[in-house]
């Protein structure tokens, strides 16, 4: 029986989640996204000259990071932002839309192909035993049919059943294929972490044509500014109040150190942060609001929360979030049969 506290209770979680929402919805550039942008916007320009000239060679990009990055978010903001360039400036002959598809935990070649296809609208049964060359076709004549210029794939560290010489081959030489193909070469887009990098360093003739950005942790003299200009255009959007606690230098350091220097999970702590200071009142940013935030994502004992440790800088965050990423995106496997 709902009471009216449930209710209330209720109401204000409903607004805090609306407000969560709409702070996620800004994006906020970085010097890592510009260049990634920069180098995708000059394949796809490319692949589309060297289409017009008869040359069925193209090239792809890549970008290598720890998870939190906000490699994914990076992705879908520089798709939007082509297709808004491309539809003001006259169009492209060639295709201009982006298809990302999420690598499955161990997926095969084949495994990948029918998650793309059934993704394209094109299902293929589990039980197909369809090589991965003729899949690889069928994906081929799908992503033509649909005008795509660029096949994003992320998480491409999972990909293989065995992390083997002979299971990377199998990836790279097969998408490799779809960069150099006589009716519809496509562009790659390939994302992942740093055990990417084995995968795309297996073929050299993969790596050349993504020639991969790697992307390092965050520095106080790089990245310092953009998070504050950040936290504070949030805190505008938010009506959310601040007494100088983005302004402060230490505060800024705490913070990069909180998300294991990853911009991405370092604007995800300010928008729960601002989200949670936006129920209470008055509508003042705190270090309790931070405190709170990362005790909700990391739920760590006060000792070994950067916002309430005076030893913050001992803690080893980067451990605690790659440890606590790992476990939420663990699904469970059924047991085996007896």
């Known amino acids: 029986m709902t009471s009216d506290a449930m209710i209330a209770t209720f109401e204000k979680q409903k607004k805090q989640a609306q407000l969560s929402v709409s702070l996620k919805k800004p994006y906020f550039e970085t010097k890592v996204f510009e260049d990634f942008r920069a180098r995708v916007f000059k394949v796809l320009l490319e692949r589309d000259e060297l289409i017009r000239n008869g040359i069925r060679e193209v090239q792809g990009a890549a970008l290598i990071g720890p998870p939190g990055i906000g490699k994914t978010r990076m992705v879908e903001q520089i798709s939007a932002d082509f ?156 009506g959310v109040l601040d007494d100088g606690l983005l302004d402060e230098d230490e505060f800024i350091r705490i913070l990069m150190h909180a998300s294991a220097q990853r911009f991405g999970i370092a604007i995800e702590i300010l928008i729960s942060a601002i989200s949670s200071a936006g129920m209470s009142k008055p509508k003042t940013i705190s270090f309790e609001h931070f405190a709170k935030s990362y005790y909700e994502r990391m739920n760590c004992d006060d000792a070994l929360n950067p916002f309430l440790s005076r030893d913050w800088r001992s803690i080893d965050t980067t451990i605690a979030m790659d440890r606590h990423i790992k476990e939420s995106r663990q699904t469970r496997r059924k047991p085996r049969q007896r």
Request: glycine letters at 6%; aromatic letters at 6%.
């Open 83 to 238: 297709r808004q360039l491309v539809a003001k400036t006259g169009g492209l002959e060639f295709g201009s839309n982006f298809w990302s598809v999420t690598i499955p935990s161990r997926a095969t070649v084949k495994e990948i192909c029918e998650l793309i296809l059934r993704q394209l609208g094109y299902p293929i049964s589990p039980t197909s035993r369809r090589n991965p060359d003729y899949l690889i076709g069928l994906v081929r004549s799908r992503l033509k049919d649909r005008d795509v210029a660029a096949l994003h794939l992320d998480e491409v560290q999972d990909s293989g059943r065995y992390t083997t010489n002979n299971t990377m081959k199998q990836i790279t030489s097969n998408f490799r294929n779809l960069m150099q193909d006589d009716d519809w070469p496509v562009s790659l887009i390939v994302t992942g972490t740093m055990e990417a990098k084995a995968i795309i360093n297996d073929n050299d003739t993969f790596l050349r044509r993504l020639e991969p950005i790697e992307v390092l942790p965050m520095e106080f003299s790089e990245e310092g500014v953009a998070l504050k200009t950040a936290g504070k255009e949030l805190l505008k959007k938010a």
